[in-house]
C-alpha cells in the first residue's frame, strides 16, 4: 500500500513536458507540474498518455527484475551428473581458515585489515597471505600496504607471523615483472 502511493507521488511530481527525443522529462516538477527547465510552453504529455507511459515504464521494471530472478528450478537439476572437481571439507576448510584470518589479521598485526590475497595449505598447518593499511593517505592510492604471512595450525590457530614486503597501494611495478 505505501509502496503504490509512493509510486503515484512520483507519477505526479515528474516534469510533463515532453524532451526534444518525444520523452516525458525525468526532471520533478515545480509547483506547477514542469521543472525548473521547461514552462507552459514547451508540449506537454495529457494524463492519459501520462498513464500508459507510467504503465509501460512497470512492466519494463517488472520484466528487468522478472530477468534477474533466478529460472532454474534446484530439482530439475541432477546432483548426480555433475562433477566435483574439489574436495568439499577442504574448501570448507579454506572459508574456515579466511574467516578466521579475517577477524583476527587486524587486531593480531596491529593495523587496518585490507584483506587476504593467499590462503595455501601446508604440512603443518596453514598459510595466508594478507594485507593491512599500515599508513592512510589521500588519495588512498598512495595508502602504504603491508603484506603479512600469517601462520595457522590444522585447527586454525594462529602459531606467528611475519611482514613479507610493504608497497604503496597505486604502485603495482613490482607485481608486474
Known amino acids: 500500500m505505501a509502496q503504490a502511493d509512493t509510486q503515484d507521488t512520483q507519477r505526479s ?13 525525468s526532471r520533478p516538477a515545480q509547483e506547477n507540474d514542469f521543472c525548473y527547465q521547461h514552462d507552459e510552453s514547451d508540449p506537454t504529455v495529457s494524463e492519459t498518455e501520462t498513464e500508459t507511459a507510467d504503465g509501460e515504464q512497470e512492466q519494463q521494471q517488472q520484466q528487468q527484475q522478472a530477468s534477474q530472478e533466478e529460472t532454474t528450478d534446484p530439482e ?15 574448501i570448507e576448510g579454506v572459508l574456515a581458515i579466511r574467516r578466521t584470518v579475517q577477524s583476527t589479521a587486524g587486531e ?26 599500515e599508513r592512510r593517505a589521500v588519495p588512498d592510492t598512495q595508502d602504504i600496504i603491508g603484506r603479512y ?15 613479507r614486503d610493504r608497497y604503496r597501494r597505486g604502485d603495482t611495478a613490482a607485481f608486474d615483472e
Do not use: N
Open 149 to 163: 604471512t600469517i601462520e595457522l595450525d590444522e585447527d586454525g590457530v594462529v602459531k606467528g607471523y611475519r611482514r
Open 13 to 25: 511530481e515528474r516534469c510533463k513536458a515532453l524532451t526534444a527525443d518525444g520523452e516525458r522529462c
Open 76 to 90: 530439475d537439476v541432477d546432483v548426480e551428473e555433475v562433477e566435483i572437481d574439489a574436495d568439499d571439507d577442504r
Open 108 to 133: 593480531l598485526i596491529g593495523h587496518t585489515f585490507d584483506g587476504v590475497s593467499e590462503i595455501t595449505a601446508t604440512e603443518e598447518g596453514w598459510q595466508a597471505v594478507v594485507e593491512v593499511i
